[in-house]
C-alpha cells in the first residue's frame, strides 16, 4: 500500500514536471482495495482494470520501473512507451491491462473467466470498474452471460463516490452498487475499502466461490480518491472537509499501520525500514524513467499486427 | 366468391418452400385462424393459417411438394353454397396447374445436397435486389469466374460445387476439428444453428462448450470474445449481421484492434468476427450497410470480403489461424449461391491476396464480396461490344493488395472501382487515391467509382434497386473511362 502512494505521489510530481503526460488518474486513498484483493489470489489468477491501474499492476507484482518509464512513454515501460498510463500490460504477471474505455473491461474480464471456465484451468479473473463504468450497459450484459455461464470470475467495484465529477448519488438510481447483480442472481456485498483486511476478508470469500465453480461474485468497495479524478481536475465537486475527513481519520494506511503496530506484527524500526526501501525503490522507478530512452522511431510501425505466416 | 389460399413467404429473401402437409381436405370447413398446412424451409418449419372462413374446396398443391413458389395459389376456399363450377373457373384462373408444375421442373434441375430450398430462393432473390441482370447473365458469370483458375489450386484437384453458406461452415468445421482452443459464439448459432444456417452441424459435432449460444448482447459478447482471445483461446464470433456489431464496435476497435499496439507486442488477439454485412433484400436502412470502408480503416485488423465459395473457406481458415484480429465480411445473398471448391486436404489461402477473375486489356475493374459477380456480368457484356476488361477481386481489404491493381491499371490504363457500400470516404476512394499516386502516368483517364447511391438505403422495392450499385452502373462507368460513349 505505501509503495502504491509513494509511486502515485511521485507519478504526480512527474506530471507537474511535464514529464508524464496525457491523462494520469492517480489512485492515491484506494490503496487498501487493491492489495486486499490481491492477497487474496493465486498464482496465475488474472487481473484486468480500468485506467486508474497503476496500483493494480504494481499489487499484481509489475516493476515500479516498468509502470513508470510507462508513464514517461519511455523504451523501458511494460508497453515499450506505446501505451501510456492507461494502457499497460503484462502477460507475464497476468496483468491484462489497462484499460481506457469505461467499462470495456468488464466484458473483457468476462472473457478471461469464460476462457479459464473453457480449460477447466481453475483460475479466477478479478475484475475492477468504478463507481462510473457501473452505470455502462456491457457491464450488465457480462453481468448475465457470467451468470449464464458460471464464470469464475470477481466483479470488484471500486466506489470511490465520483465518477469524474458526479457523485454516485446524482447518477445512480440504486446507489448501492453491491445490489446490481440482485436481477442476474450474482451475490453481492458491501466492504469497507478502507480497511485492508476487511477487502481480503471478503475477497477471500469471493475468490473461493468463483473457484469452487459457483459462478460471479460482485464486491463493492467503499473507497476515496484523495486526488481528483486525473491530474487535469481541480475537484471542485466536493469539499475540501471532506477529503480531509478521509485522509485524517480513513487512511487506510494509517489504518493498518495502526494495526501492525498494536498486534506488534512489526516494530516502529521495521516499518521506518520499511519506509526507507519503498522511497528507494520509486526513486530509482523516477530515476530510470528519466534515463531510459524514448522509443526507436522504428517502433512506430512495430506491434500493429503480429508478423507471422498464417498458416 | 372463391378464395385463393397462396403459399406464404416466412422471410424476406424467401422465393420457395415445400408443402410439407395438409391438415385439412376437401370438404372440411374453416374458419379464419384454423391451421390448414404446414410449410418447410430450411430454417424452419411454419403454420399456415385460414385468413377468411370458408369450405376447402380444392387442395391445388399435393402434400410434399417442393419449390412451391410464393404466392402462388396452394388452396381454393368456397363460401357456403357456392357451386362447383365456381371453384372450377377460379382455379383455372390462377393458373394453379402451371405453377405446380413449374415448382415439378424445378425440382428435378435441383442439384442441392442439403435440402435447402431457402438457399436456391436466395439465389433467385439477387434480380430484385441489385442490379436488374437476368438469370442468364449470372450463369455466364459463373462460368466465367471459373474460367481463370485460381494459381493456388493444385492441377489435378478435384472440385466440388458448395454453397458459400457450407463452404464457410465447413472451413469452421474443419479448423474446430485441428485446433481445440477454436470456438464459435454468437446468437443462434447453436441450437438455432445459426440465423443464415452458416453454423448448421456444429453444435452437434463440438458441444454446447465450443459452440456457444450468447443472449442478444453485441456490445458484451464481442468483449467476451476478444478477453478469452486475450486469455489465448481463438474465438469465432458471429454477429448476426454486422449492422448489430455497430453496438460492439468499440471492443473491435478499442480493445481488439489497438491492444496488441498499445502493449508494445504484448497480447496479441487472435479472433474473427464474423457475420454477414452489406445490403440484404428489402429489409431498410438499419439492417443494409455495407462496413467494408469502415472497418478497413483502422490499422491493427485484417479485413476480409470474399466473393465465391472457394475463397470462403479458404480465407476463412486462414483468417481463424491469423494471430490477429480479423473482421470478415459475408454477404447474406451469396450465401446460397454454389461454387466449386477444391477437395483437398486443407485449403487455406493467404490472406492479403487479390484475385485477377478475368484477364482484359482496356480496363480494370475492382470489387469485394458481391460486387464481384455484377463486375464479371458486366465484363462479359461489355466484352460483347468490343471493351475487353480485367475483373480483380480483392479478397482482402486490409491489408489491401495494391500491387496487383496498380499492376494491372499499368496494363489497362483505366480502373473503375465498384462497391456495394456508401462511396464518399470508401473503398474505391482509397484505390482510387493509390492508383492516382502510384500509376498516374499510365492512367489515360480520371478513375472512376461506383457505389450505392449517398442516402440511407430505402425500403420500397423501386427505390432499393435505384440506391444499389448493379451491372448497368458497372458498363456506364466503364463506358465513361473508356470513351466509349
Known sequence: MLLIRRFEEKAGQLYGMGLIAGFCHLYIGQEAVVVGVQSALREGDQVITGYRDHGHMLAAGMTA????????????????????????????????????????????????????????????????????????????????????????????????????????????SETHLY?????????????????????????????????????????EMKTYRYRGHSMSDPAKYRTRDEVNEYREHKDPIDLARKRILDGKYA????????????????????????????????????????????? | MTIEVLMPALSPTMEEG????????????????DV??????DKATMEVEAV???????????????????????????????????????????????????????????????????????????????????????????????????????????????????????????????????????????????????????????????????????????????????????????????????????????????????SGGQMGCPIVFRGPNSAASRVGAQHSQDYSAWYANVPGLKVIAPYDAADAKGLLKAAIRDPNPVVFLEHELIYGESFDVPDVDDWVLPIGKAKIRREGTDCTITAHSRMVGFALQAAEKLAEEGIECEVIDLRTLRPLDTETVVESVKKTNRIVC??????????????????????????????????????????AANLEKLALPGVDDIIKAVKAVTYAE
Open chain 1, 267 to 311: 516494530t516502529e524500526e521495521q516499518l521506518k525500514e520499511m519506509e526507507k526501501e519503498i522511497k528507494k525503490i520509486v526513486q530509482e522507478s523516477a530515476e530510470f524513467a528519466q534515463s531510459s530512452p524514448e522509443p526507436d522511431p522504428s517502433e512506430l510501425y512495430t506491434d500493429v499486427l503480429i508478423e507471422e505466416a498464417a498458416r
Open chain 2, 418 to 459: 465498384a462497391e456495394e457500400g456508401w462511396g464518399r470516404m470508401g473503398v474505391g476512394a482509397e484505390i482510387a487515391a493509390v492508383v492516382t499516386a502510384e500509376a498516374f502516368d499510365y492512367l489515360d483517364a480520371p478513375p472512376a467509382r461506383v457505389h450505392q447511391a449517398d442516402v440511407p438505403l430505402p425500403y
Open chain 1, 179 to 219: 445490489k446490481r447483480g440482485v436481477s442476474f442472481n450474482i451475490p453481492g456485498e458491501e466492504v469497507d475499502g478502507m480497511d485492508v483486511n476487511a477487502v481480503y476478508e471478503a475477497a477471500k470469500k469471493a475468490v473461493e466461490h468463483a473457484r469452487a465453480g459457483k459462478g460471479p461474485y460482485i464486491l
Open chain 2, 36 to 41: 390448414i398446412a404446414e410449410i418447410e424451409t
Open chain 2, 52 to 262: 377468411e372462413e370458408g369450405i376447402v374446396a380444392r387442395l391445388l398443391v399435393e402434400e410434399g411438394s417442393e419449390g412451391v413458389k410464393v404466392n402462388a395459389p396452394i388452396a381454393i376456399l368456397k363460401e357456403e353454397g357456392e357451386s362447383d363450377e365456381a371453384v372450377k373457373s377460379a382455379a383455372k384462373s390462377s393458373g394453379s396447374g402451371k405453377t405446380q408444375d413449374s415448382a415439378e421442373g424445378e425440382d428435378n434441375s435441383k442439384d442441392d445436397e442439403d435440402d435447402s430450398d431457402e438457399e436456391d430462393s436466395k439465389d433467385s432473390g439477387d434480380d430484385e435486389n441489385g442490379s436488374g441482370s437476368s438469370d442468364k447473365d449470372k450463369s455466364k458469370a459463373k462460368s466465367s469466374s471459373s474460367s481463370l483458375k485460381d494459381p493456388e489450386i493444385p492441377e489435378d484437384a478435384k472440385m466440388v460445387s458448395t454453397t458459400v453458406r457450407d463452404a464457410l461452415r465447413d472451413a469452421m468445421a474443419e479448423e474446430m476439428r485441428r485446433d481445440e482452443r477454436v470456438f464459435v459464439m454468437g446468437e443462434e448459432v447453436a441450437e438455432y444453428e445459426g440465423a443464415y444456417k452458416v453454423t448448421r452441424g456444429l453444435l452437434k459435432e463440438f458441444g454446447p462448450k465450443r459452440v456457444v449460444d450468447t443472449p442478444i448482447t453485441e456490445h458484451g459478447f464481442a468483449g467476451v470474445g476478444v478477453g478469452a482471445a486475450f486469455a489465448g483461446l481463438k474465438p469465432v464470433v458471429e454477429f448476426m449481421t454486422f449492422n448489430f456489431a455497430m453496438q460492439a464496435i468499440d471492443q473491435i476497435i478499442n480493445s481488439a484492434a489497438k491492444t496488441l499496439y498499445m
Open chain 2, 18 to 33: 415445400t408443402l410439407a402437409r395438409w391438415l385439412v381436405k376437401e370438404g372440411d370447413e374453416v374458419k379464419s385462424g
Open chain 1, 65 to 172: 520501473n516498468g509502470v513508470m518509464a510507462e508513464l514517461t512513454g519511455r523504451e523501458g515501460g511494460y508497453s515499450r512507451g506505446k501505451g501510456g498510463s492507461m494502457h499497460m500490460f503484462s502477460r507475464e504477471k497476468q496483468f491484462f491491462g489497462g484499460h481506457g474505455i469505461v467499462g470495456a473491461q468488464v466484458s473483457l474480464g468476462t472473457g478471461l473467466a469464460f476462457a479459464n471456465a473453457y480449460r477447466e484451468d481453475g483460475k479466477v479473473c478479478a475484475t475492477y470498474f468504478g463507481d462510473g463504468a457501473a452505470n455502462q450497459g456491457q457491464v450488465y450484459e457480462s453481468f448475465n452471460m457470467a451468470k449464464i455461464w458460471n464464470l469464475p470470475v470477481i466483479y470488484i467495484i471500486e466506489n470511490n463516490q465520483y465518477a469524474m465529477g458526479t457523485s454516485v448519488k446524482r447518477s445512480s
